[in-house]
């Protein structure tokens, strides 16, 4: 089974403070996501990876940023938190697959993430 | 714009009493339909992948159909563990990865 592990189930920072999200996955793929997830708007991309060093914005990358250094491991960074990214984050992967092919994306379990 | 609806937002069921999911969708071009199950707490859980359709998937007591315009997540006499908030998304562009979500349905099976 696909196992993608996030650092961290609840997390408590303070507004302006740098905050960094660490997702690992164990089943080599190449695609990376993060997403965040309120309630009455539903998953929204911020930012995916399609390989190391690679990095492409989704619908609400600002006040973000992330790192992929690793095959494995996608970071989710915060650069000076403030208390509307006070959310639940999420991680998923999937392989890239053939291009025609619809892998789906394996999600961690999640972090909460309360700036106060 | 793309888009993803869900309905009900929310459905509350006695156990053994079937019914069914509802996920339209307006995208540019359809590359593949995903539905997911999420408990609190929790991630998102994969449960299907529909392509074309007229295509239909099943497991357990779960069954998803595709159309041109909508998915349906069937789910005939469910039982308490089946309660959960079940997410439908779109991917959209070929070869890209990214997904469109609804907002979910909040399924509740009483026993």
């Known amino acids: 089974d696909v196992k993608v592990t996030q650092s961290s189930r609840y997390l408590v920072k303070r507004t302006g403070e740098k905050v960094f999200l660490e997702c690992v996955q164990d089943m080599d793929h190449e695609n990376m996501f993060w997403y965040r997830q309120d309630p009455g708007l539903g998953l929204r991309l911020i930012y995916f990876s399609y390989d190391v060093k690679m990095k492409e914005k989704g619908d609400i990358p600002e006040g973000y940023s992330v790192s992929r250094e690793k095959k494995e491991r996608f970071s989710l960074i915060l650069e000076s938190a403030s208390t509307n990214q006070t959310s639940m984050y999420l991680c998923a992967s999937s392989i890239r697959g053939l291009r025609y092919s619809n892998q789906p994306q394996h999600f961690g379990d999640g972090t909460r993430l309360s700036i106060l | 714009e793309d888009q993803v609806t869900q309905s009900p937002e929310a459905l509350r069921l006695q156990e053994g009493e079937s019914s069914s999911l509802n996920c339209s969708y307006t995208v540019s071009g359809l590359r593949g339909l995903f539905w997911y199950r999420q408990d609190p707490g929790k991630g998102p859980e994969f449960l299907f992948t529909l392509y074309s359709a007229g295509e239909e998937k099943e497991k357990e007591r779960l069954k998803a159909t595709l159309t041109k315009k909508e998915s349906f997540l069937h789910i005939t006499a469910p039982k308490p563990e089946d309660s959960a908030t079940y997410l439908c998304?779109?991917?959209?562009?070929?070869?890209?990865?990214?997904?469109?979500f609804g907002q979910g349905t909040r399924l509740t099976i009483n026993p």
């Open positions: 998304a779109v991917k959209v562009h070929q070869g890209a990865q990214k997904l469109v």
